[in-house]
Each structure stands twice: as C-alpha cells, then as structure tokens.
C-alpha cells in the first residue's frame, strides 16, 4: 500500500459515482482480486468510511474474503464433519445427529459471513425453549464453536467467531442425590456387610480370608494378583 494519497488518487480502493447518484466501492484483496462493496452508499464519507475499514481489516491481518462467506453453514459443517482427521465413528455419527437434528433447522441456511453472536445466542435460547436439556444443547454450541473456529484460523472465511455467547459451552449437571444415614442402613440390611479379612502372598499369587457375619472363611480361589484379590475383598 502507498504511504500517502496524490491528489485525485486513493490510497487504497476506488469509488465510482453511479449514475443513481449513489457511491460504489472496490479494492484489491490479498489474492490480487478486485472485491466489491456489498451495497453502495448515499454518502461518499460513507464509501471511505467503509474502505478504511477494510484497509485496516487487511493490515492487521483479520480481512475475510466476503464471496467465501457466502457458502452455507450446513454445507461447510458437513465438510468440515467429513474432513476430520482422526474423528471416531461413533464421534462422528454424534456430530452429524447434532448438525441435523439441532443446528441446521435454523442456521443451516444462514451463509457463514452472515452469522452473528445475536442470532447463535437466539438458537440457544429456542433450543432450550424447545425442551433440549442443557448438556445437549451445549454439545450441539461447542461442535459449531469448533466449525467456525476452523472458518476463522485454517480458511480464513471470518474475521472472528461469532460464538461468544458465555457460558453456552458448559454442561450443568444437577447435584447427585444422597443417601439419608437411614436410606445407608437400610441398604447395609438388604445387602450385608461389607466383608473384612486379610489377603497373604502363597505359592502362585495371593490367598484371600474374609470375615462375614462373624465367621471367617477362606476363598477357593488364588488370585493372580494382589489387585485382583482387593478387588474381590
């Protein structure tokens, strides 16, 4: 890019007045080819205000080609599901039953560069609106925090990624319920004690002795290993 502006040539861009009186926009993206602006504008402060924007997009590295962003959300999903190096098939079948059951209904359609932190926190909320528990609605919001982030660092399709909505990740399990003292006794009665004894090393791996209901008793197997034998305690 230039330093400076002669007179009568912009720095970075075109504008062109159309014959409607209205200001159409150009520049030159980093492959070299002439972009367009997606509406025109009233004003011509308008028009620069845009291209400056972009300029400064371009500098600081977070320029997104705008005709990439127009593919689909559902369509680059799929791909990006497909493409997955390394990805279980049960890992995969997941993903693909969230994409489709979950996220395409409402965002399938939606071209990527149309995509807002406004409209994913909307499909949250219907999600969960809709009787969708928390924990699968947070799967379904970090599979496509997943996609979009490979939209954002590996194709460049984003500038930024639009799911930042806090919290919309985490899984909320409800507290475990827990035994009352009299809920633990009554299953002690049901189930007898727990045993006790002792296990002892002999020829070829570990003896076990354990005490039930006041008796102890020796068990007809020797276990390989120590573990084994605890285990079986």
């Given at each position: 890019?230039a330093?400076?502006n002669r007179?009568?040539?912009?720095?970075?861009?075109?504008?062109?007045?159309?014959p409607?009186?209205r200001y159409?926009?150009?520049?030159?993206?980093?492959d070299g080819q002439r972009?367009?602006?997606p509406?025109t504008?009233?004003?011509?402060?308008?028009?620069e205000?845009?291209?400056?924007l972009i300029?400064?997009?371009?500098?600081h590295g977070?320029?997104a080609?705008?005709?990439?962003?127009?593919?689909e959300?559902?369509?680059?999903a799929?791909?990006?599901?497909a493409?997955?190096?390394g990805?279980?098939?049960?890992t995969s079948?997941?993903?693909f039953?969230?994409?489709r059951k979950?996220?395409?209904p409402?965002l399938g359609?939606v071209p990527?560069?149309?995509?807002?932190?406004?409209?994913?926190?909307?499909?949250?909320?219907?999600?969960?609106?809709?009787?969708?528990?928390?924990?699968v609605a947070?799967?379904a919001y970090r599979?496509?925090?997943?996609v979009?982030?490979?939209?954002v660092?590996?194709?460049?399709?984003?500038?930024r990624?639009?799911?930042?909505?806090?919290?919309?990740?985490?899984?909320q399990t409800g507290e475990?319920?827990?035994?009352?003292?009299?809920?633990?006794f009554?299953?002690?009665d049901?189930?007898g004690r727990?045993?006790?004894?002792?296990?002892?090393?002999?020829?070829g791996g570990?003896?076990?002795?354990y005490?039930?209901?006041?008796?102890?008793?020796?068990?007809?197997?020797?276990?390989?290993t120590?573990?084994?034998?605890e285990?079986?305690?």
């Open positions: 890019m330093k400076g007179p009568g040539h912009r720095r970075f861009g075109n504008i062109r007045r159309l409607s009186g159409q926009v150009s520049y030159l993206g980093l972009r367009y602006g509406e504008f009233e004003r011509k402060f308008d028009a205000r845009f291209l400056a300029e400064a997009q371009i500098y977070e320029w080609d705008p005709e990439l962003g127009k593919v959300l559902r369509d680059y799929e791909r990006w599901i493409q997955r190096p990805l279980r098939p049960r079948d997941l993903y039953w969230l994409l979950h996220i395409a409402t359609a990527l560069g149309k995509l807002s932190t406004a409209m994913i926190r909307q499909w949250r909320s219907e999600l969960l609106g809709l009787g969708v528990s928390v924990s947070a799967k599979l496509l925090r997943a979009l982030t490979t939209a660092d590996e194709d460049k399709i984003l500038a990624n639009p799911c930042r909505v806090r919290g919309a990740g985490d899984e475990r319920p827990v035994l009352t003292v009299a809920q633990v009554e299953l002690a049901l189930l727990r045993s006790f004894g002792n296990i002892r090393k002999v020829i570990y003896r076990l002795r005490a039930r209901n006041g008796q102890m008793h020796a068990h007809p197997e020797v276990f390989a120590r573990s084994a034998a285990w079986a305690l």
